[in-house]
């Protein structure tokens, strides 16, 4: 079973664009980062970007720091994560669940044990964000033999030799970082995105999505009409900081927004 | 057919000092895992670097800086009275702290200044833990006329003020960081996120031979002047080259810098020293290749202090400027292949070796230093007075009297 794939497939036949929201697991615990992935599907999600936290993000602006500390102040590790996706998967078998994070966390458990923990929890891709292609050959070799998607950052810097050796080993969907920066950096520009996704179009058959710097409702919908999947992180992370302790209100919230973003994605197509 | 082998065997030569391979790796260390979009800027860099060390200018540029900037060559200075006390073998202090800036961290910022400067880059952006590094990067960022942003951990700016007040005299701004434990890792992680973000304009100066490649060999290749330096003066001053030699390891700049012109040098024993903190058995200190395990961080593979599920613990060490939790990856590789030794001495016994050489040879040492000088003195004491010890005095210790004082319990 793909349903990375899967999820694409369906929404195309429904003429959609997928919605993927990222939350940091652990953040502010695990018991509501589960009750948040439910939400977010009841909402209108259709992926979710599970992120496992790390004591040095470099790649993540303030927001998603913060996230990861607050995960790590009661110590969530990679067993939590999966235990988190196991208890997801009893009640929702098709949603599709990628985990994000850094290298070391993966590399200390072992590359095999960690695919295998994965599979088991039902995690169906992940995204190593300091793990280039160049370095992930034997990663590549194991994931895959775990059916579990590799999914690989695509940047406005990358030059037209990389790409096309990223697109030969990534799968799943490539992801788009809209501008150079951390997450939750400045608004993106539509017209710079829509170029480089031509010229990632031209080498690679693999879905896009579209990330960093996705903030509201009419920036999800402009960029959905020219990519498959737009990522939202920083902007629901923000909340889950507002709402820190009060698990009732956060829901509502995150529910609200989510469900802006798909209306006025869908009202794009 | 003899003479066939021997050529055969001649072309195969060992040799310890033609790492890292292309991709940067020393052996399963090094390498360069970072964020894609730093990916194309990093190949940029190993392409300009590997174009400008050849060039004739670049490196006259370069020379005639630490020669009448930096105040190279440096003195190799016997010190004959603690030799004597010691009783054992002979010490000599290669003089890092007589550079301009008064450590080795400047020969490094001196040459990727001007590298900075070849491709076009006029804002420079640094880490710093001690200062160091930030003072150095902002002396040469003054030097040629660049915009100067330095991260640096809170508590590190709290432990440090004379340094920020330094880096800001010298017209850099410092940023001061406050994620994380506050410190030296925290501030690279930063600067790390500076630069992936202005990285048309920014040339991101690292201070020690970590990060991601070229970082590691290119920071290296600035600070190997020192081994050529020393090994040249050994030869000049006894006719011979030293038995061991021995500096400190944090990141291991300064280490790999005197080291890598001996590699191939068989009889003379390498010696790293880690800070053992409060002790390695505490759990307590920044020694990753005595303690630790490989791991991934800051860009590249090598030892690392980390947990059980893989997040960086937080070290401890007296000097800033050990306290750190990776530790560049050609020592990393220089360890499992048993060239070099990485031992460890304590904050206790460093800060002793600092008084000793403080009274004895007039010579005031970095807190850094002084724990190279505290395993010399253990290994000299078990050595012949006909044998000599090289130690790289990698910087002097004006900036640590208020740590000493404090420790020591003294108000100034």
Redesign the interface.
């Known amino acids: 079973m793909n349903r990375i794939a899967d999820c694409f497939q369906n929404l195309e036949q429904q003429n959609k664009k997928a919605l993927i929201p990222f939350i940091t697991a652990g953040d502010p615990d695990k018991d509501i980062t589960l009750e948040l992935m439910f939400e977010l599907v009841k909402a209108g999600a259709n992926m979710i970007e599970l992120g496992v936290p790390f004591s040095d993000p470099m790649a993540d602006g303030p927001v998603i720091q913060r996230a990861s500390e607050r995960a790590l102040e009661h110590h969530t590790n990679s067993d939590d994560v999966f235990d988190i996706v196991s208890e997801f998967r009893k009640k929702d078998a098709t949603t599709p669940i990628i985990l994000m994070g850094y290298l070391n966390p993966i590399e200390v458990m072992g590359y095999k044990v960690f695919a295998e923990k994965a599979e088991n929890a039902g995690v169906d891709g992940v995204l190593v964000v300091d793990l280039p292609p160049e370095e992930s050959l034997e990663f590549s070799q194991i994931f895959q033999k775990h059916n579990i998607a590799e999914i690989f950052l695509v940047s406005p810097t990358t030059r037209q030799e990389r790409l096309q050796r990223i697109c030969e080993v990534g799968s799943g969907f490539l992801y788009y970082v809209s501008l150079k920066g951390v997450t939750g950096s400045n608004r993106l520009d539509v017209a710079a995105v829509a170029q480089k996704l031509e010229e990632i179009r031209a080498v690679s058959k693999l879905p896009l999505g579209v990330g960093f710097g996705i903030k509201d409702a009419q920036t999800a919908a402009d960029v959905s009409v020219i990519c498959d999947a737009v990522v939202v992180g920083s902007a629901l992370v923000e909340r889950v900081e507002e709402y820190n302790g009060d698990a009732a209100s956060l829901k509502t919230n995150i529910n609200s927004f989510i469900q802006e973003l798909r209306q006025a994605m869908d009202k794009q197509q | 057919m003899s003479e066939e082998v021997i050529n055969h065997s001649n072309q195969h030569k060992q040799t310890l000092k033609n790492m890292p391979d292309r991709?940067g790796h020393f052996g399963p260390y090094g390498?360069?895992?970072?964020?894609?979009?730093?990916?194309?800027?990093l190949?940029e860099l190993e392409q300009a670097y590997c174009r400008y060390i050849k060039d004739s200018d670049f490196v006259a540029e370069l020379e005639h800086d630490l020669k009448h900037f930096v105040g190279r060559p440096s003195p190799l200075y016997h010190a004959k009275r603690w030799s004597e006390q010691l009783g054992g073998a002979q010490i000599y202090l290669k003089r890092e702290d007589l550079n301009h800036t008064g450590a080795h961290k400047v020969n490094n910022t001196v040459g990727q200044a001007l590298l900075a400067k070849r491709m076009g880059k006029h804002r420079v952006i640094a880490e710093t833990g001690a200062g160091q590094h930030g003072v150095a990067s902002a002396t040469v960022a003054a030097r040629y006329g660049m915009e100067c942003v330095v991260y640096m951990g809170a508590e590190d700016i709290r432990r440090q003020s004379i340094n920020v007040f330094r880096m800001k005299l010298l017209g850099a701004t410092v940023v001061s960081v406050e994620?994380?434990s506050k410190t030296l890792?925290?501030a690279l992680?930063e600067a790390?996120?500076d630069w992936?973000?202005?990285?048309?304009d920014t040339f991101y100066i690292i201070g020690t031979v970590a990060g991601p490649h070229p970082y590691p060999a290119m920071v290296r290749d600035f600070n190997s002047i020192v081994g050529k330096e020393a090994r040249r003066q050994c030869l000049e001053i006894n006719d011979r080259l030293p038995d061991a030699i021995v500096a400190c390891v944090g990141g291991g700049s300064n280490a790999i810098g005197l080291f890598h012109e001996f590699l191939d040098d068989n009889d003379v024993a390498i010696y790293g020293v880690e800070a053992a903190g409060d002790g390695i058995e505490t759990g307590h200190h920044a020694a990753p290749l005595n303690a630790g395990?490989?791991?991934?961080?800051?860009?590249n593979?090598t030892y690392?202090m980390?947990d059980?599920?893989?997040?960086?613990?937080e070290t401890h060490s007296i000097s800033a400027g050990l306290d750190y939790p990776g530790v560049g990856p050609e020592h990393a590789w220089l360890k499992d292949s048993g060239r070099a030794n990485y031992v460890s001495v304590t904050d206790t016994e460093a800060l002793q070796a600092f008084h000793d050489l403080t009274r004895i040879e007039g010579i005031i040492p970095a807190l850094e230093s002084s724990h190279a000088l505290a395993y010399a003195k253990k290994l000299a004491a078990g050595m012949t007075k006909n044998q000599t010890i090289l130690i790289n005095l990698s910087g002097r210790g004006d900036k640590d009297i208020h740590t000493v004082a404090t420790y020591e319990g003294i108000t100034l």
Not at chain 2, 196 to 200: E, G
Not at chain 2, 308 to 313: A, E, K, L, M
């Open positions: 991709a390498g360069r895992f970072v964020a894609e979009t730093l990916m194309g800027p190949n994620a994380g890792k925290d992680n790390m996120r992936v973000t202005n990285v048309d395990k490989p791991g991934v961080l800051h860009g593979r690392l980390e059980n599920y893989g997040q960086i613990i």
